[in-house]
C-alpha cells in the first residue's frame, strides 16, 4: 500500500529559475522520477543565484538549486541542436510531463513546441509558464519576479500600515522572496495532476498554459472580488484598524484582538483586566473609533516582552497573535519540530543540511526518503547511456559536439 | 481562451467534492476543483453563517455577498445544522458519496461534531480529507488561533516583506489563499492517488508550513552559513537597477528589473541618457549595485517625466523588463487580460450580473469552466437530498421544520 501518489509518473523539467522548477519539485517530492534538462555549460540559471556555502560560489551549492533541485536528476542536453532534440524526443516519448518555460513562440522553430510534441506522444503533458501566458498583447514581454508580482494587484497596495505612515512617498514594495514565482510554480503543479487525473479519464494529454501574472492574481481574489464586487479600490493608504504589528523586545509581532473575548483575553494576560470594562473599549465598533489609544495600551505592554513570551500567553488564551518569524525562529520553533517540517538532506558537495520538506502530512504515504539536489549533468550516463542506450562513445562524441 | 464554455470533458469528471469550509482558505481549494468540473457540495448552516455571508462582505443580506460569490463559483449549497444528530446523520451519507472533504476548522472541532477522519472513514472507506489549520493538527501550538497575519509573520514571509528600514509588512488575503493554492495541490494529489490505487487518506495540512515554503532559499541561507535574511523592499541582490519607480500622475508606478550589462546599456540608450552608460559608478553589475541610490534618483528623474504605459512601451521596445504597478482597477480594465478571458460574467440570482475571475491556468483539452453563481443557503437541499440520497421530500420537509436542516 505504501506508494507515493506520483510513483511511475516520469516528468522532464526544461525550466530554470524558480517557477518551472518549483512545480517539478512538488511532484518529484510525492514519487515523480524527474529528469531535468539543463543547458551544457551554466545549467539553471538558479545554481548561480546563491546563498552560497561560505558565500563562495559554486553552481551545484547554491541554496535556492539545493531546495528547488531535491528528487531531480540532471542531464545536460541542449534540444535546440539536431542530435539533443532527437534524445530530446526520446525522452519525451516515455514521459508523462513536460515543464516549460520558454518564450511564446521560440520552441516552434526548433520542433519543441506542443503541437510537435504531441506527435511524439499523444498521453503528454505539456505544461508551460511563462510571465504573461502563451497568448495576448503581453506575451512577448521581458519580465522578472518584480515584474510580474506588480501586475497582480497586491504589490500596488503595499506596504500598508506603518511601513506606509512612515514613508508615505515611497514605492509601493515587492514580497518578500518571490513569492510571485512560487504562486506559479504551485499553480502549474495543480493543473499538471488535473491534466494528469484527465488522462485517467479520457487518454489523452493536453497544453497548460501558466500565467505568472494569472497565478498571482488568482491568490488575490478576494482584493480584486471586492473591486468588482463592491468598488473597493486598495491603495498603499488603506486603514488598518487597531491591532496589527508592534515592536517588542527582540523584533516584532502580531496582535489582532478582534473579537471582545479576544480583547478581553489580552487584557487579562496583560494584568489590567479593567480595560475590558471601560466604555472606549467595549466592543469592536469602539476599540476603532478609539483605536490610538487602544495601540497604545497593546505597544506599551510588547514593548517590554520577547516575541516568544507575547506569542504563547496570548496565543495560548486564544488571542490571536504571533511572532515575526525569522528564518533563525522557524528552526527552532518547537512546533515545526514536533511536526518534522525540516528534514535532513545530504548533498555530494554541500554536505547533510535541514531542508524545509513539506507542508502536508498524507496519511496514505508516508513521504520517500530525499534525493539530494543533483550536479549539473551527474546523470548524463545513467540516463542516456542507462536508458537511452547510448554507447560511451556516443556520449563523448555528443559531449565533444556541446550537445551534452 | 478559458471563455467559459461548458467543457465536455471536465479534467474532474465525475468527482464529488464535500466541502466544510468557511471564508478564503478552506473554499478556495474546492473552489479551483469545481472550477475543473468537480462537483462541489458545500455545507452551510443558518445557525451560524459562513463568514462571507457576514459583514463585512455581505451587505444587507446573507445573499449579498459579491466576495462570497466569487469564493463558492460552480458549488451547490446545503443546509445542515450539525449539531443535530440527524444532520450528521445526513453528512455522513453525503460523506458515502463523496470522493473527498474539505474543511478547515480548528484542529478537533470536526471530530469533535463526530465528523473526525475515522468516523468519515467508516462511511467511505476510499474518502480523501483534508484538514487545513493554521499549524497543523499536531504540536504544542496546534490549538493557537490563526489568521491570514498569523501565518504570514510565522512562516517568516512577513519579516522577509517590507522596506528594510521599517517594520516587516503584511502580506494580508493573499496569504489565506495562497494556503488555499496548496490545499487544491494536496487534495488533487490524494485524488490522483485514489484513482489509481482505489485509497483514500487523510492530509494534514499547516498554514504556516505552506508559507513557509515560499521563503525557502531564505531558510537555505540559514541552513547552510547561520545567517538571518532580512527584508530588501524591491531590491534583488545582483540586479540593478531594480525597483519600482514614480511615474507621471497619481500615484502611478513603474517596475523595471536590468539583469545585465547589455541591457543596462540598452535602458540608457533608450531613455536617452548614454552619459550613464559611461558614468564608472554604473560600470558593471557590482558597481551598479553598490551605488543604487544614486542610479534609482536618477532613473525616477526619468520615470517620473513618463505615465507607467510610456515607460513600460519604451523599455520594453528595448528589451528591459519594464511593467507597470497595477491596481485591481488597472486589472479590470487591462486589454491583455481580457484577451486572455480572466474576466467572466455571471448572472447572480440576487445580485445580478457580477464579473468574476477565472481559474488560474488553462487546460486545452479540459478547459476550466465557471457554470454557475454561487448557491445562495440551501439552495440545493432538494435536490441534494432528495434526488442525490434519494429522500422522501416529506422527511426533509419534517427536517427543515426540525431544524435540521436549517
Given at each position: 500500500?505504501?506508494?507515493?501518489?506520483?510513483?511511475?509518473?516520469?516528468?522532464?523539467?526544461?525550466?530554470?529559475?524558480?517557477?518551472?522548477?518549483?512545480?517539478?519539485?512538488?511532484?518529484?517530492?510525492?514519487?515523480?522520477?524527474?529528469?531535468?534538462?539543463?543547458?551544457?555549460?551554466?545549467?539553471?540559471?538558479?545554481?548561480?543565484?546563491?546563498?552560497?556555502?561560505?558565500?563562495?560560489?559554486?553552481?551545484?551549492?547554491?541554496?535556492?538549486?539545493?531546495?528547488?533541485?531535491?528528487?531531480?536528476?540532471?542531464?545536460?542536453?541542449?534540444?535546440?541542436?539536431?542530435?539533443?532534440?532527437?534524445?530530446?524526443?526520446?525522452?519525451?516519448?516515455?514521459?508523462?510531463?513536460?515543464?516549460?518555460?520558454?518564450?511564446?513562440?521560440?520552441?516552434?522553430?526548433?520542433?519543441?513546441?506542443?503541437?510537435?510534441?504531441?506527435?511524439?506522444?499523444?498521453?503528454?503533458?505539456?505544461?508551460?509558464?511563462?510571465?504573461?501566458?502563451?497568448?495576448?498583447?503581453?506575451?512577448?514581454?521581458?519580465?522578472?519576479?518584480?515584474?510580474?508580482?506588480?501586475?497582480?494587484?497586491?504589490?500596488?497596495?503595499?506596504?500598508?500600515?506603518?511601513?506606509?505612515?512612515?514613508?508615505?512617498?515611497?514605492?509601493?514594495?515587492?514580497?518578500?522572496?518571490?513569492?510571485?514565482?512560487?504562486?506559479?510554480?504551485?499553480?502549474?503543479?495543480?493543473?499538471?495532476?488535473?491534466?494528469?487525473?484527465?488522462?485517467?479519464?479520457?487518454?489523452?494529454?493536453?497544453?497548460?498554459?501558466?500565467?505568472?501574472?494569472?497565478?498571482?492574481?488568482?491568490?488575490?481574489?478576494?482584493?480584486?472580488?471586492?473591486?468588482?464586487?463592491?468598488?473597493?479600490?486598495?491603495?498603499?493608504?488603506?486603514?488598518?484598524?487597531?491591532?496589527?504589528?508592534?515592536?517588542?523586545?527582540?523584533?516584532?509581532?502580531?496582535?489582532?484582538?478582534?473579537?471582545?473575548?479576544?480583547?478581553?483575553?489580552?487584557?487579562?494576560?496583560?494584568?489590567?483586566?479593567?480595560?475590558?470594562?471601560?466604555?472606549?473599549?467595549?466592543?469592536?465598533?469602539?476599540?476603532?473609533?478609539?483605536?490610538?489609544?487602544?495601540?497604545?495600551?497593546?505597544?506599551?505592554?510588547?514593548?517590554?516582552?520577547?516575541?516568544?513570551?507575547?506569542?504563547?500567553?496570548?496565543?495560548?488564551?486564544?488571542?490571536?497573535?504571533?511572532?515575526?518569524?525569522?528564518?533563525?525562529?522557524?528552526?527552532?520553533?518547537?512546533?515545526?519540530?514536533?511536526?518534522?517540517?525540516?528534514?535532513?538532506?545530504?548533498?555530494?558537495?554541500?554536505?547533510?543540511?535541514?531542508?524545509?520538506?513539506?507542508?502536508?502530512?498524507?496519511?496514505?504515504?508516508?513521504?520517500?526518503?530525499?534525493?539530494?539536489?543533483?550536479?549539473?549533468?551527474?546523470?548524463?550516463?545513467?540516463?542516456?547511456?542507462?536508458?537511452?542506450?547510448?554507447?560511451?562513445?556516443?556520449?563523448?562524441?555528443?559531449?565533444?559536439?556541446?550537445?551534452? | 481562451?478559458?471563455?467559459?464554455?461548458?467543457?465536455?470533458?471536465?479534467?474532474?469528471?465525475?468527482?464529488?467534492?464535500?466541502?466544510?469550509?468557511?471564508?478564503?482558505?478552506?473554499?478556495?481549494?474546492?473552489?479551483?476543483?469545481?472550477?475543473?468540473?468537480?462537483?462541489?457540495?458545500?455545507?452551510?448552516?443558518?445557525?451560524?453563517?459562513?463568514?462571507?455571508?457576514?459583514?463585512?462582505?455581505?451587505?444587507?443580506?446573507?445573499?449579498?455577498?459579491?466576495?462570497?460569490?466569487?469564493?463558492?463559483?460552480?458549488?451547490?449549497?446545503?443546509?445542515?445544522?450539525?449539531?443535530?444528530?440527524?444532520?450528521?446523520?445526513?453528512?455522513?451519507?453525503?460523506?458515502?458519496?463523496?470522493?473527498?472533504?474539505?474543511?478547515?476548522?480548528r484542529?478537533?472541532?470536526?471530530?469533535?461534531?463526530?465528523?473526525?477522519?475515522?468516523?468519515?472513514?467508516?462511511?467511505?472507506?476510499?474518502?480523501?480529507?483534508?484538514?487545513?489549520s493554521s499549524a497543523g493538527?499536531?504540536?504544542?501550538e496546534s490549538?493557537y488561533p490563526g489568521?491570514?497575519?498569523v501565518f504570514?509573520?510565522l512562516?517568516?514571509?512577513?519579516?522577509?516583506?517590507?522596506?528594510?528600514?521599517?517594520?516587516?509588512?503584511?502580506?494580508?488575503?493573499?496569504?489565506?489563499?495562497?494556503?488555499?493554492?496548496?490545499?487544491?495541490?494536496?487534495?488533487?494529489?490524494?485524488?490522483?492517488?485514489?484513482?489509481?490505487?482505489?485509497?483514500?487518506?487523510?492530509?494534514?495540512?499547516s498554514a504556516s508550513?505552506?508559507?513557509?515554503?515560499?521563503?525557502?532559499?531564505?531558510?537555505?541561507?540559514?541552513?547552510?552559513?547561520?545567517?538571518?535574511?532580512?527584508?530588501?523592499?524591491?531590491?534583488?541582490?545582483?540586479?540593478?537597477?531594480?525597483?519600482?519607480?514614480?511615474?507621471?500622475?497619481?500615484?502611478?508606478?513603474?517596475?523595471?528589473?536590468?539583469?545585465?550589462?547589455?541591457?543596462?546599456?540598452?535602458?540608457?540608450?533608450?531613455?536617452?541618457?548614454?552619459?550613464?552608460?559611461?558614468?564608472?559608478?554604473?560600470?558593471?553589475?557590482?558597481?551598479?549595485?553598490?551605488?543604487?541610490?544614486?542610479?534609482?534618483?536618477?532613473?525616477?528623474?526619468?520615470?517620473?517625466?513618463?505615465?507607467?504605459?510610456?515607460?513600460?512601451?519604451?523599455?520594453?521596445?528595448?528589451?528591459?523588463?519594464?511593467?507597470?504597478?497595477?491596481?485591481?482597477?488597472?486589472?479590470?480594465?487591462?486589454?491583455?487580460?481580457?484577451?486572455?478571458?480572466?474576466?467572466?460574467?455571471?448572472?447572480?440570482?440576487?445580485?445580478?450580473?457580477?464579473?468574476?475571475?477565472?481559474?488560474?491556468?488553462?487546460?486545452?483539452?479540459?478547459?476550466?469552466?465557471?457554470?454557475?453563481?454561487?448557491?445562495?443557503?440551501?439552495?440545493?437541499?432538494?435536490?441534494?437530498?432528495?434526488?442525490?440520497?434519494?429522500?422522501?421530500?416529506?422527511?426533509?420537509?419534517?427536517?427543515?421544520?426540525?431544524?435540521?436542516?436549517?
Amino acid at each position: 500500500m505504501v506508494s507515493a501518489p506520483f510513483s511511475g509518473i516520469t516528468v522532464l523539467e526544461r525550466a530554470g529559475f524558480i517557477a518551472g522548477p518549483y512545480c517539478a519539485k512538488l511532484l518529484g517530492d510525492l514519487g515523480a522520477r524527474v529528469v531535468k534538462i539543463e543547458p551544457p555549460g551554466a545549467g539553471d540559471p538558479a545554481r548561480g543565484f546563491g546563498p552560497f556555502p561560505g558565500d563562495v560560489p559554486d553552481r551545484d551549492q547554491s541554496g535556492l538549486f539545493l531546495f528547488l533541485g531535491t528528487n531531480k536528476r540532471s542531464i545536460t542536453l541542449d534540444p535546440a541542436r539536431p542530435a539533443g532534440r532527437e534524445l530530446f524526443y526520446r525522452l519525451v516519448a516515455t514521459a508523462d510531463v513536460l515543464v516549460e518555460d520558454s518564450c511564446p513562440g521560440t520552441a516552434e522553430p526548433f520542433g519543441l513546441d506542443y503541437p510537435t510534441l504531441r506527435q511524439v506522444n499523444p498521453g503528454l503533458v505539456y505544461v508551460s509558464i511563462t510571465p504573461y501566458g502563451q497568448d495576448g498583447p503581453r506575451s512577448q514581454w521581458k519580465a522578472h519576479h518584480i515584474n510580474t508580482f506588480h501586475v497582480a494587484g497586491e504589490g500596488y497596495t503595499m506596504p500598508g500600515g506603518i511601513g506606509y505612515s512612515m514613508f508615505p512617498d515611497r514605492a509601493p514594495i515587492t514580497a518578500g522572496a518571490h513569492v510571485g514565482e512560487y504562486d506559479a510554480g504551485l499553480a502549474a503543479a495543480s493543473a499538471t495532476v488535473a491534466a494528469l487525473f484527465a488522462r485517467e479519464i479520457w487518454g489523452h494529454g493536453q497544453h497548460v498554459d501558466v500565467s505568472k501574472q494569472e497565478a498571482t492574481m488568482a491568490v488575490n481574489r478576494l482584493t480584486l472580488g471586492l473591486y468588482h464586487g463592491v468598488g473597493q479600490l486598495n491603495n498603499r493608504s488603506r486603514n488598518y484598524e487597531y491591532g496589527g504589528i508592534y515592536a517588542c523586545k527582540d523584533g516584532y509581532v502580531n496582535v489582532y484582538p478582534r473579537e471582545d473575548h479576544q480583547w478581553r483575553a489580552l487584557v487579562e494576560v496583560m494584568g489590567r483586566p479593567e480595560l475590558a470594562e471601560q466604555e472606549r473599549f467595549l466592543t469592536r465598533g469602539d476599540r476603532i473609533e478609539h483605536g490610538d489609544e487602544a495601540n497604545q495600551v497593546i505597544r506599551e505592554w510588547t514593548a517590554a516582552l520577547t516575541k516568544d513570551e507575547i506569542y504563547h500567553r496570548l496565543a495560548s488564551n486564544s488571542c490571536p497573535a504571533s511572532p515575526f518569524a525569522t528564518s533563525e525562529d522557524l528552526f527552532e520553533s518547537p512546533q515545526l519540530e514536533a511536526r518534522g517540517f525540516f528534514t535532513d538532506v545530504e548533498h555530494p558537495k554541500a554536505g547533510t543540511l535541514r531542508y524545509p520538506s513539506q507542508p502536508y502530512q498524507f496519511s496514505s504515504c508516508p513521504r520517500p526518503a530525499d534525493r539530494p539536489a543533483p550536479l549539473l549533468g551527474q546523470h548524463n550516463e545513467e540516463i542516456l547511456c542507462g536508458e537511452l542506450e547510448l554507447s560511451p562513445e556516443e556520449l563523448t562524441g555528443l559531449r565533444r559536439g556541446g550537445v551534452i | 481562451m478559458g471563455d467559459g464554455v461548458n467543457g465536455a470533458r471536465p479534467a474532474l469528471a465525475g468527482v464529488r467534492i464535500l466541502d466544510f469550509s468557511s471564508l478564503l482558505a478552506g473554499p478556495i481549494s474546492p473552489l479551483f476543483l469545481g472550477m475543473l468540473g468537480a462537483e462541489v457540495i458545500k455545507v452551510e448552516s443558518r445557525v451560524r453563517l459562513e463568514g462571507m455571508r457576514r459583514p463585512p462582505y455581505a451587505y444587507d443580506d446573507p445573499e449579498q455577498s459579491p466576495v462570497y460569490n466569487s469564493l463558492n463559483l460552480n458549488k451547490l449549497c446545503v443546509q445542515l445544522n450539525l449539531k443535530e444528530p440527524a444532520a450528521l446523520e445526513l453528512a455522513l451519507r453525503l460523506v458515502s458519496v463523496s470522493d473527498a472533504v474539505v474543511e478547515n476548522m480548528r484542529p478537533g472541532v470536526m471530530d469533535r461534531m463526530g465528523l473526525g477522519y475515522d468516523r468519515l472513514r467508516q462511511a467511505n472507506p476510499t474518502i480523501v480529507m483534508i484538514s487545513g489549520s493554521s499549524a497543523g493538527r499536531h504540536g504544542p501550538e496546534s490549538s493557537y488561533p490563526g489568521y491570514a497575519n498569523v501565518f504570514n509573520s510565522l512562516s517568516g514571509l512577513g519579516h522577509l516583506t517590507g522596506y528594510p528600514d521599517a517594520p516587516p509588512s503584511e502580506l494580508r488575503d493573499s496569504i489565506d489563499a495562497r494556503v488555499g493554492a496548496t490545499s487544491a495541490f494536496a487534495v488533487l494529489t490524494g485524488l490522483f492517488h485514489r484513482r489509481r490505487t482505489g485509497e483514500g487518506g487523510f492530509i494534514d495540512l499547516s498554514a504556516s508550513e505552506a508559507l513557509a515554503m515560499f521563503g525557502g532559499e531564505a531558510l537555505m541561507e540559514y541552513a547552510m552559513n547561520g545567517r538571518v535574511q532580512h527584508r530588501r523592499g524591491n531590491r534583488e541582490p545582483g540586479m540593478a537597477p531594480h525597483g519600482c519607480y514614480r511615474c507621471q500622475g497619481d500615484d502611478t508606478w513603474v517596475t523595471i528589473a536590468v539583469e545585465n550589462d547589455t541591457e543596462w546599456r540598452a535602458l540608457c540608450r533608450a531613455v536617452g541618457r548614454e552619459d550613464w552608460a559611461s558614468d564608472p559608478r554604473f560600470a558593471d553589475r557590482l558597481l551598479r549595485c553598490r551605488n543604487q541610490d544614486a542610479l534609482d534618483e536618477f532613473l525616477e528623474g526619468w520615470t517620473a517625466k513618463h505615465t507607467p504605459e510610456e515607460a513600460v512601451r519604451i523599455l520594453q521596445d528595448a528589451g528591459v523588463a519594464a511593467a507597470p504597478s497595477m491596481s485591481s482597477q488597472d486589472l479590470a480594465e487591462d486589454p491583455h487580460l481580457r484577451y486572455r478571458g480572466v474576466w467572466q460574467e455571471i448572472e447572480h440570482p440576487v445580485l445580478g450580473a457580477q464579473t468574476v475571475q477565472a481559474a488560474p491556468w488553462k487546460l486545452s483539452e479540459t478547459p476550466p469552466t465557471i457554470r454557475s453563481a454561487g448557491p445562495l443557503i440551501g439552495q440545493h437541499n432538494h435536490h441534494v437530498f432528495v434526488e442525490l440520497l434519494g429522500a422522501p421530500p416529506e422527511d426533509v420537509a419534517r427536517w427543515q421544520e426540525a431544524g435540521v436542516i436549517n
